[in-house]
Structure formats: C-alpha cells, structure tokens
C-alpha cells in the first residue's frame, strides 16, 4: 500500500510540474538567471506549493500521532546538517544551476526528449547509484576515529 501512495504522490507531483511548465529546464535556468532574463514564475509555483502543503501538515501533525505509512513524524534539527548533506546539496544546487534540471522536472521532461534530458538522466541515475555504492572516504563515520 505504500509503495501505490507513493506512486500516486510522484505523479501528481510530475503532472504539477508539467502543468506548471516546471518541466522545462529554461524557465528554470531564467529563475537563476538574477541579472538576465529572470522569470519569477518559479518562486509563484513553490509559493503555492507551500500555501497549500503548510496548513495540511500542520493539521495532520496536531491531529495524529504519527503518518499513515511510518511509525513517526521525521522532523529534521540541527544533528542532520553534516558535512555529507551540505556537500551533496552543494554539488545538487550546482548541477541544478548548470543544467536547468533537477530530478522530478529531468523525470517528467524525458518523454518529451526536452533539450538535454538524454546525457542529465543517465548521469543522475550513476550519480545516484554512487551515492549508496561508492564507499565514502572523505567523511568517517560517526564515533569512528581514523
């Protein structure tokens, strides 16, 4: 059952960025683009994004005591912010300025074979499969000592 959830929730989520021109690896790029041809239409969609998600969360965290498919709420706080997730959202937020792309929207571009899905998807997919593959040098695990 919470694998179809799941299912549903990422396409619903992809037909939102096909109907909101999310897809298109342009109109992000002209979000990024500060001092050019900036397109502020990026801001609205996550705007609205937040509008409606925000008070469902917030009545669905004061209503139950845990989600339907877990067995408790996953708040971050500040023990989650280690050298590995600010890296990799370093090295996502890069990709993402380069290539216009992030995961969902290069997902939901691919069958319309938008400009540059062809090379960003196979290289998200390796860099993904590395992620859990490659063993990680650069940061010891916790408690461990080198």
């Known amino acids: 059952m919470k694998q179809i959830f799941a299912l549903l929730s990422g396409l619903l ?12 690896p ?15 239409s990026l801001a609205f969609v996550m705007g609205g ?11 669905l965290t004061r209503t139950r005591s845990r989600p339907f498919f877990d067995t408790s709420f996953r708040i971050p706080d500040k023990r989650d912010l280690d050298p ?7 090295v996502f937020g890069t990709g993402w300025g380069l290539g216009g792309f992030c995961p969902g929207p290069a997902l939901t ?7 540059g899905t062809l090379i960003f998807v196979p290289f998200m997919l390796i ?20």
């Open 109 to 115: 571009a691919l069958p319309i074979a938008a400009s």
């Open 84 to 90: 590995k997730l600010l890296s990799g959202a370093v």
């Open 49 to 59: 994004a937040i509008l409606v998600t925000a008070p469902g969360f917030a009545w």
């Open 26 to 40: 342009a109109k992000v790029l002209n979000f990024l683009d500060l001092f050019g041809s900036w397109d502020p």
């Open 127 to 146: 860099g993904m499969w590395a992620a859990r593959h490659v063993p990680d040098f650069s940061f010891p695990a916790k408690g461990a000592t080198r």
């Open 13 to 24: 989520f992809g037909l939102g960025l096909i109907v909101s021109g999310m897809a298109d």
